[in-house]
């Protein structure tokens, strides 16, 4: 059963326009959220992240939002870049006995940003 | 470069064979993290080890075992691999806090055949 859903695999954008990945999820133990961009041959480049006591963190281009009640956040970026094409993967770290800060990750989405 | 290495970065192999894949962590950091991805899938967390102790398992395999040594590397060992083993392979390394940050290195492709 998956606790970490990112239910589009793929979004495609136009340059300059806003980008909003989303994701969802089920445990609401998560106490930690995390967003990953991965190129092509690298591993996963951490971007941001957000505690579930927050509703929104920003850092530069790049927004997360959180809805607990929703149990949904999502990650705008603007303006979205070529650069920014990559996969993107949702984490999600739970708070409970036994977890020592390992994240769920959600199966990520591929976004293409056309110049 | 997140300051994690992983090597080798590719492998090829046989089925029933072992291999071992090796990670170190980011200077200063205590905690070493396994995870697979397969083919369209999302990241696994497999197991973790703090400064040389297994602090948390996930889906980890049987055939699957991992150690951290005084140095902190850690060593992930895949023995009796089967097709469904081929996937990529990385480790990430965190800070003392749990609240730090997973940094990840670059992975190792395995590939059984």
């Known amino acids: 059963d998956q606790q970490v859903k990112q239910n589009s695999p793929s979004l495609s954008v136009q340059e300059g326009r806003i980008s909003i990945l989303n994701c969802d999820y089920t445990?609401?133990?998560?106490?930690?959220f995390l967003w990953y961009k991965k190129y092509p041959a690298e591993g996963p480049t951490f971007l941001i992240s957000?505690?579930?006591?927050?509703d929104k963190n920003e850092d530069g281009r790049f927004t997360v939002f959180l809805n607990k009640s929703a149990k949904h956040l999502s990650l705008h970026i603007v303006p979205s870049q070529p650069g920014d094409s990559a996969v993107y993967f949702c984490?999600?770290?739970?708070?409970?006995?036994?977890?020592?800060?390992?994240?769920?990750f959600g199966k990520g989405t591929k976004l293409s940003v056309k110049p | 470069d997140s300051g994690v290495t992983q090597t080798p970065k590719h492998l090829i192999t046989a089925t029933g064979q072992r291999v071992t894949l090796r990670c170190s962590p980011r200077?200063?950091?205590?905690?070493v993290y396994w995870y697979q991805q397969s083919l369209d899938q999302g990241l696994q967390f497999l197991i973790q080890?703090?400064?040389?102790?297994?602090?948390a398992k996930g889906n980890i395999l049987e055939r699957f075992s991992a150690q951290q040594f005084p140095d902190l590397h850690s060593e992930l060992n895949l023995s009796s691999l089967e097709l469904g083993d081929s996937a990529l392979y990385f480790c990430?390394?965190?800070?003392?806090?749990?609240?730090?940050?997973?940094?990840f290195g670059p992975g190792t492709r395995l590939t059984v055949l």
């Open positions: 984490a999600a770290r739970p708070n409970y006995g036994g977890s020592q800060g390992n994240l769920i």
């Open positions: 080890y703090y400064n040389g102790e297994e602090r």
């Open positions: 445990n609401s133990m998560f106490d930690y």
């Open positions: 990430a390394s965190r800070g003392r806090l749990s609240t730090d940050t997973q940094y």
């Open positions: 957000i505690s579930s006591i927050k």
């Open positions: 200077s200063g950091d205590l905690s």
